[in-house]
């Protein structure tokens, strides 16, 4: 991490050179590249947990859904879970292929399902922390018969408060804003690898930095993730480009 580290400093070193060059205040833009990166993280932070909620593979960091047993269909065990002080309760409502609503899923009969999903708590990564609320709400299809990918579509929104970052200095932000959640296609069965193999995640997030000299200054971001198969995915934040690593939740690369 120390080398990936250098990367990113010296990225912003580069940028504010630049920025004196055109006349730009650096101040300023010192604030909008810092912010860009905190908002990557935290933003492909949420996409991994919402992988997890669509039946892609997870981890430690995740919401626990992959240790479930072998012949437990992951995306559908809904009700109340605790992982990691996170809260997670998901309600669930199935159909067959002809819009009949079902009891219960069935591996061959199922058609469709609609799920929403709450979740609460406090987010703790190796160099950033929040109190987090996010609702999402999901509509998978392709479910009948022996199926190798679910299509995942849905919006949903979300709350951070007292979100800290700490790497290369120490900066708080309130951040909301709502999630689309577009063709979001992943392999079935899941296994430890299997990582969605196209679509986006979308956010439209404010930012309001809390505390220090640019206390109350908001930001309105555009992020955009793409899956393409690989743990490593790329991220934009109104143009300016990263990548993901979803395993491990970190930012591997500042393009």
């Known amino acids: 991490m120390k080398t990936l580290t250098r990367i990113g400093v010296l990225g912003l070193v580069a940028a504010l050179a630049a920025c004196n060059q055109d006349g730009t205040d650096p101040s300023n833009q010192l604030l909008d590249l810092t912010m860009d990166r905190d908002l990557a ?18 981890g430690p960091l995740g919401l626990g859904f992959a240790a479930a047993a072998a012949e437990d269909d992951v995306p559908f065990r809904c009700g109340t879970h605790q992982r990691n002080n996170l809260t997670v309760v ?13 009891a219960v899923y069935h591996p061959l ?8 999903a709450e979740i609460n708590g406090s987010v703790t990564r190796e160099h950033w922390s929040a109190e987090v609320s996010r609702v ?9 018969g022996q ?12 709350e951070s408060t007292r979100e800290r970052h700490t790497e290369n200095g120490n900066r708080e932000y309130q951040v909301e804003g709502a999630v689309t959640i577009t063709a979001v296609v992943v392999p079935v069965p899941r296994t430890d690898d299997t990582w969605p193999l196209s679509g986006t995640i979308s ?6 930095v809390v505390g220090g000299p640019n206390d109350g200054t908001v930001r309105e971001r555009t992020v955009t993730i793409t899956f393409n198969g690989t743990r490593l995915v790329p ?15 970190r930012i591997v690369r500042d393009d």
């Open 109 to 116: 009969t199922t058609a469709s399902a609609t799920i929403h």
């Open 147 to 158: 199926e190798t990918t679910r299509t995942w579509n849905g919006t949903g929104s979300g």
């Open 90 to 102: 998901r309600t669930c409502t199935f159909k067959d292929a002809a819009g009949a609503t079902q």
């Open 235 to 249: 991220i934009t934040v109104n143009g300016k480009s990263f990548t993901f690593d979803l395993r491990t939740r």
């Open 41 to 58: 993280v935290q933003t492909a932070d949420a996409a991994a947990e919402d992988v997890e909620l669509m039946g892609g593979a997870g």
């Open 136 to 144: 999402r709400d999901l509509v998978v299809s392709g479910l009948a």
């Open 203 to 208: 956010r439209q997030a404010k930012v309001t």
